[in-house]
């Protein structure tokens, strides 16, 4: 790719910054294909041609010979979340729009967020242009709800709100019809719920080979400690009045929403505050006005007067105070051992979509018992090294422990500099690691859960199916030069277990003095100028 001031396309030119800004993650990925599908649209935008290489052709006409997966449809069994959430269920999901309501949900174009891209590659992708927060408001496309017909384990929910969901998930699945969604059972009936639940969350997989990112993350977050969504699988048809009738989409990943349901169950309470934040600078001082912090915080609960006095006491703290009275006072805005675990976790498997590299992708908590702010993780789809605009393999197999974030990131760096939280922090980490990071037991997990994912992909690509063969191989390929920077469907896939073993080899070297491992000073990708 030339990169010398512009981007040639099909004989046309888009022009671009200069010098090119020091940063490559999903966003130049995701602007790339905005630009190609918008070219020339009107307000709407529709999704409903292509076909992704990882989807298989529809009409299907080998659809009748293949086995179909074991789907479960006995929700009305279950009882409570925890008995819904298990990966090893795969629920019947069944989606049924009218021509309107498929229109209705098309993403709408509003204005992009201006500069959002500035010199110092700090993304800025918070618009309040759009309903949400992240890359795809901040380039100007927004998701809109719709209403539909939800069969899901066997229940039936008329009227149930549906929209398609994610940011780079959705871009990258923007030429095809397998798009992450979600459904919300009580907008618009108030009550209404399925094991409690009321919000249904659908990854659909689409940069991870292994299909297990999700659920193997989320699980050592919570035997770490750390308050985490659980998961299941559910499989998809889509049914589209004059356009499609049972459209098996295939496999997704089905994540715990975090809402008041979730800090409830975590926490015994509804009433916390609760954010998801989107900014490179958590906690910058913006000024005494909530205003300026509401749209970058996005609260998820209804905050009062005080939780938002706290956002903004904090963020004067950690932007004004000295050095010796943010060691003195910090634990009193932060909860230092919810905080180390979560950031222990995020190192040892090189998680650098979110917290530790890009500012979004994670939640935020205000515990009202302590006055305190803690961490949950969120959208873990390429954790475990996976992520490919930050480094290449075998740098994130040798990621530094002692310097876990990417380039600059102020909040780590002054709680880094205190000696009690850095001390506690490695603490966390070795008892983590010793007692949970094990490559045995993990590889077990992914063997264990290997039959489940493989019966449910008959209805995806072949190509989808010999990649999640590939990444979960126990002799995966140690050549990661066609990974870097490198979604395409053609690419090696990526070996999980391989990661596993090899970064448990380097984070024992790091513990034992033996290595000082891979700090990642800048986002620009190695060896792209």
């Given at each position: 790719?030339?990169?010398?001031?512009?981007?040639?396309?099909?004989?046309?030119?888009?022009?671009?910054?200069?010098?090119?800004?020091?940063?490559?993650?999903?966003?130049?990925?995701?602007?790339?294909?905005?630009?190609?599908v918008?070219?020339?649209?009107?307000?709407?935008?529709?999704?409903t041609?292509?076909?992704a290489?990882?989807?298989?052709?529809?009409?299907?006409?080998?659809?009748?010979?293949?086995?179909?997966?074991?789907?479960?449809?006995?929700?009305?069994?279950?009882?409570?979340?925890?008995?819904?959430?298990?990966?090893?269920?795969?629920?019947?999901?069944?989606?049924?729009?009218?021509?309107?309501?498929?229109?209705a949900?098309?993403?709408?174009?509003?204005?992009?967020?201006?500069?959002?891209?500035?010199?110092?590659?700090?993304?800025?992708?918070?618009?309040?242009?759009?309903?949400?927060?992240?890359?795809?408001?901040?380039?100007?496309?927004?998701?809109?709800?719709?209403?539909?017909?939800?069969?899901?384990?066997?229940?039936?929910?008329?009227?149930?709100?549906?929209?398609?969901?994610?940011?780079?998930?959705?871009?990258?699945?923007?030429?095809?019809?397998?798009?992450?969604?979600?459904?919300?059972?009580?907008?618009?009936?108030?009550?209404?719920?399925?094991a409690?639940?009321?919000?249904?969350?659908?990854?659909?997989?689409?940069?991870?080979?292994s299909?297990?990112?999700?659920?193997?993350?989320y699980?050592?977050?919570?035997?770490?400690?750390?308050?985490?969504?659980?998961?299941?699988?559910?499989h998809?048809?889509?049914?589209?009045?004059?356009?499609?009738?049972?459209?098996?989409?295939?496999?997704?990943?089905?994540?715990?929403?975090?809402?008041?349901?979730?800090?409830?169950?975590?926490?015994?309470?509804?009433?916390?505050?609760?954010?998801?934040?989107?900014?490179?600078?958590?906690?910058?001082?913006?000024?005494?006005d909530?205003?300026?912090?509401?749209?970058?915080?996005?609260?998820?609960?209804?905050?009062?007067?005080?939780?938002?006095?706290?956002?903004?006491?904090?963020?004067?703290?950690?932007?004004?105070?000295?050095?010796d009275?943010?060691?003195?006072r910090?634990?009193?805005?932060?909860?230092?051992?919810?905080?180390?675990?979560?950031?222990?976790?995020?190192?040892?498997?090189?998680?650098?979509?979110?917290?530790?590299?890009?500012?979004?992708?994670?939640?935020?908590?205000?515990?009202?018992?302590?006055?305190?702010?803690?961490?949950i993780?969120?959208?873990?789809?390429?954790?475990?090294?996976q992520?490919?605009?930050?480094?290449?393999?075998?740098?994130?197999?040798?990621?530094?422990?002692?310097?876990?974030?990417?380039?600059?990131?102020?909040?780590?760096e002054?709680?880094?500099?205190?000696?009690?939280?850095?001390?506690?922090?490695?603490q966390?980490?070795?008892?983590?690691?010793?007692?949970?990071?094990?490559?045995?037991?993990?590889?077990?997990?992914?063997?264990?859960?290997?039959?489940?994912?493989?019966?449910?992909l008959?209805?995806?690509?072949?190509?989808?199916?010999?990649?999640?063969?590939?990444?979960?191989r126990?002799?995966?390929s140690?050549?990661?030069?066609?990974?870097?920077?490198?979604?395409?469907?053609?690419?090696?896939?990526?070996s999980?277990?391989?990661?596993?073993?090899?970064?448990?080899?380097?984070?024992?070297?790091?513990?034992?003095?033996?290595?000082?491992?891979?700090?990642?000073?800048?986002?620009?990708?190695?060896?792209?100028?």
């Amino acid at each position: 790719m030339d990169v010398s001031g512009a981007w040639p396309i099909s004989g046309a030119t888009l022009p671009m910054r200069k010098p090119m800004l020091k940063v490559c993650h999903w966003t130049f990925v995701a602007v790339l294909t905005v630009v190609l599908v918008l070219t020339g649209m009107g307000c709407g935008l529709s999704v409903t041609g292509g076909r992704a290489p990882m989807e298989r052709p529809w009409p299907d006409p080998g659809a009748a010979a293949r086995t179909q997966p074991p789907l479960r449809r006995d929700v009305d069994s279950i009882r409570s979340a925890s008995e819904f959430y298990q990966p090893t269920n795969v629920w019947d999901a069944r989606i049924e729009l009218t021509s309107a309501e498929w229109t209705a949900m098309q993403p709408r174009r509003v204005r992009a967020k201006p500069n959002f891209n500035p010199p110092d590659g700090k993304f800025l992708l918070s618009n309040t242009n759009a309903a949400r927060n992240g890359l795809l408001g901040a380039i100007g496309l927004d998701l809109k709800w719709t209403t539909g017909r939800v069969e899901f384990g066997g229940r039936e929910f008329t009227k149930a709100a549906v929209r398609f969901k994610g940011n780079g998930t959705f871009l990258g699945a923007i030429r095809g019809v397998k798009k992450p969604l979600k459904v919300d059972l009580s907008k618009g009936n108030k009550g209404r719920t399925l094991a409690g639940i009321s919000t249904l969350n659908f990854g659909n997989l689409s940069v991870d080979g292994s299909c297990l990112s999700d659920t193997l993350a989320y699980e050592l977050f919570r035997a770490a400690g750390v308050p985490a969504p659980r998961t299941t699988f559910g499989h998809v048809t889509l049914s589209v009045e004059k356009l499609w009738d049972a459209r098996p989409l295939g496999l997704y990943v089905m994540v715990e929403n975090v809402d008041g349901v979730f800090t409830q169950d975590r926490f015994g309470t509804d009433k916390m505050g609760l954010f998801k934040p989107v900014t490179y600078d958590l906690f910058k001082y913006l000024g005494e006005d909530w205003a300026l912090y509401k749209d970058t915080y996005d609260p998820k609960l209804t905050l009062n007067a005080s939780q938002k006095r706290r956002v903004i006491e904090t963020a004067k703290f950690l932007t004004e105070a000295s050095d010796d009275d943010f060691s003195r006072r910090a634990s009193e805005y932060f909860d230092f051992d919810e905080v180390a675990r979560f950031v222990a976790v995020n190192s040892l498997i090189s998680s650098y979509d979110g917290f530790l590299n890009n500012g979004q992708n994670f939640y935020m908590y205000l515990d009202p018992r302590s006055n305190r702010f803690g961490l949950i993780p969120w959208d873990l789809d390429i954790a475990w090294g996976q992520f490919p605009f930050i480094g290449s393999l075998d740098e994130k197999e040798k990621a530094s422990i002692q310097h876990p974030w990417v380039a600059d990131h102020r909040l780590l760096e002054r709680l880094f500099a205190i000696p009690q939280f850095k001390g506690l922090y490695m603490q966390r980490l070795a008892e983590i690691f010793h007692e949970h990071f094990i490559p045995e037991r993990l590889q077990a997990r992914i063997d264990v859960l290997a039959p489940v994912v493989r019966a449910s992909l008959v209805n995806d690509s072949d190509l989808r199916l010999a990649k999640f063969e590939e990444s979960i191989r126990d002799n995966g390929s140690a050549d990661n030069a066609s990974r870097e920077g490198d979604l395409k469907s053609h690419r090696a896939a990526y070996s999980l277990k391989r990661f596993i073993v090899r970064r448990h080899q380097h984070v024992r070297a790091q513990l034992e003095g033996k290595e000082t491992g891979v700090i990642f000073r800048t986002r620009e990708r190695p060896g792209r100028k």
